[in-house]
């Protein structure tokens, strides 16, 4: 193609066929230039406005074409995508009613100073014996940390993350049985 862009007959061609398009696309906006105007009442025809050629009730008429673009503009229902996003109403009156209580562990780092062993979870320092929410760490690894929770133990290596869910039923059974 460089070999083709370097020869002067081959780019004067270009150009020639260029500047003919143009003027193609400026010869069929003018006034005069042949028009098709389709609408739901007429047959397809191709109207010439300049030779009073004009299918009846399509053309030439005002109201005609602001029937047509209003009709149009009903068919085609495009989604806005900058709105916001209705959410629907009783899944959010469910959560309201039951919300579901979570706690995370997001364990970035271990360490041994001093002969104590520390842990970097959730972005503070924390060693064994620490409560992160219902959680509690209960002892720390080179690996990760094993952690105690109501429904067991569970073990979370380095730059893992573990999350307790308890649903709401089960945190007011919880909540009772401590108080109690």
């Known amino acids: 193609?460089?070999?083709?862009?370097?020869?002067?007959?081959?780019?004067?061609?270009?150009?020639?066929?260029?500047?003919?398009?143009?003027?193609?696309?400026?010869?069929?906006?003018?006034?005069?230039?042949r028009v098709q105007i389709v609408t739901p009442e007429s047959d397809g025809t191709i109207a010439d406005p300049a030779a009073g050629d004009v299918a009846a009730g399509s053309a030439g008429n005002p109201e005609s074409f602001r029937?047509?673009?209003k009709e149009i503009s009903s068919l085609s229902t495009a989604r806005n995508p900058f709105l916001a996003r209705a959410k629907p109403a009783l899944a959010a009156a469910d959560k309201a009613q039951q919300p579901d209580e979570t706690d995370s562990v997001n364990v970035g780092a271990v360490w041994i100073q001093a002969g104590i062993a520390y842990v970097l979870a959730n972005g503070h320092i924390h060693?064994?014996?620490?409560?992160?929410?219902r959680l509690t760490i209960e002892a720390v690894t080179h690996d990760g940390i094993w952690l105690t929770h109501w429904k067991g133990r569970d073990f979370v290596n380095v730059g893992s993350a573990f999350t307790l869910i308890t649903s709401a039923k089960?945190?007011?059974?919880?909540?009772?049985?401590?108080?109690?």
């Open 1 to 33: 193609m460089r070999k083709l862009l370097n020869k002067p007959w081959f780019v004067a061609a270009l150009a020639l066929g260029a500047v003919g398009l143009v003027a193609h696309s400026i010869m069929s906006q003018m006034p005069g230039s």
């Open 127 to 133: 060693r064994a014996g620490d409560q992160l929410g």
């Open 170 to 180: 089960q945190a007011a059974a919880l909540a009772g049985s401590s108080e109690g």
């Open 67 to 69: 029937a047509v673009l």
